[in-house]
């Protein structure tokens, strides 16, 4: 059910890196030589970080990101959620296909309360914690 994909993953670690700089402008190419991973890979997380208003960006000489807030008012769920989207319970019955075992299935109540536990615990973590 929760699961950190490659692309989370990567979002995590620039906004840590960012983090650690706060009031720096990093440049893509220092980011990706750091974390060993394409520019244009990293422009791409980047920019599902800037339309969520996590990062901000300079062009130009001296150029690149920055957090757009300081770390400490940015929650790890805002992270999670730009990056990969609303976590939901993934349960076959909620995608309109009947799951066979969903009638006597254990886990149909508990997955919704467990999920909420942990998006609230996420939204309680800010990034400054993470340091």
Known sequence: MFQINAKTDYGLLIMLHLAKLPGEIMPLSSLAKHLQVSSSYLSQIA?????????????????????????????????LEALSGEMKVRCAHSHNKTCPHFQQCGLKNAWPLLLNDIKSSLAKKNLASLL
């Open 47 to 79: 920019n599902s970080l800037q339309r969520a208003g996590l990062v901000k960006s300079r062009e130009g000489v001296g150029g690149g990101y920055y957090l757009a807030r300081p770390a400490k008012q940015i929650k790890i769920l805002e992270i």
